[in-house]
């Protein structure tokens, strides 16, 4: 074979590897897709000309071994006017459990909400009208459950609710244990896999969907979370329907 020939095969090799790195990156960078407000609610009213909303990936793949996961929180103010010393929260509920969200502290168990595993605090001092700021959020996700997560954006001093996202569902019509990982689509209520690979269906009904507030005495409805919204207790918080 001639030397001319065995370059032109190498460099045809070279080409392929690097086109097939290529499309592995891409396809690793895309699994969260847009950003979407799904399941989020304006609650208490913001000043004038702000305007804040959050947003999270439509789809996210849970490693079917490990069961991590991990996503993009977003907030942004899409007013005119900057909106001064805010809060976002992250608080995962049922299946999906928050382990951490950089640049964010832990809320204490006694000053979680009922009903929730996990949650984390990020202050932000000011969002410039029409920026976003975004939140690489670690997780797991048990799929022999349902999952949902929650992000509302409060005053700093946790006093008002602007806008809160969910409890919003992750979950897949269609699991894939035998998979290594099973994609999960933004406000889709997970249907578990049971011993042996059987689906079983996510339990339903009033006792599952109502969660007991302890002062409070209140519920949360989280399934919909129509016109609920979550309010910081000092030192504990609490989360109240309309």
């Not at 001319?4 to 190498?10: C, L, P, Y």
């Not at 793949?61 to 996961?69: A, F, G, L, P, Y």
């Not at 999960?184 to 507030?213: M, W």
């Not at 919909?224 to 309010?231: I, T």
Request: include cysteine; charge should be neutral; aromatic fraction near 4%.
């Amino acid at each position: 074979m001639s030397s001319r020939r065995m370059t032109t095969i190498a460099g045809s090799l070279v080409t392929a590897s690097f086109s097939a790195v290529l499309i592995l990156s891409t396809a690793a960078g895309a699994d969260e897709g847009p950003g979407s407000s799904k399941g989020g609610k304006a609650v208490d009213e913001a000043p004038a000309g702000v305007k804040l909303i959050t947003l999270l990936p439509e789809q996210i793949s849970v490693d079917n071994s490990s069961e991590k996961t991990d996503l993009t929180a977003t907030v942004k103010n899409e007013g005119t006017k900057d909106s001064g010393k805010i809060q976002l929260l992250v608080v995962g509920f049922d299946g999906l459990t928050v382990n951490s969200v950089q640049g964010c502290s832990s809320i204490a168990e006694s000053d979680l909400p009922e009903g929730s595993n996990s949650g984390f605090a990020c202050p932000i001092d000011n969002l410039a009208a029409g920026k976003s700021k975004s939140y690489a959020v670690d997780a797991t996700f048990d799929l022999g459950k349902t999952g949902k997560i929650c992000l509302p954006v409060q005053t700093g001093d946790g006093k008002k609710t602007f806008w809160q996202q969910g409890p919003v569902p992750f979950g897949t019509t269609n699991p894939s244990p035998n998979a290594p990982a099973t994609p999960l689509l933004l406000g889709t209520d997970n249907q578990p896999v049971g011993p042996g690979g059987e689906k079983e269906l996510p339990k339903t009904g009033p006792a599952r969907d109502l969660l007991p507030l302890g002062a409070a005495g209140a519920a949360l409805l989280t399934a919909g979370a129509a016109g609920m919204w979550w309010s910081t207790r000092r030192p504990r918080q609490e989360i109240r329907t309309h």
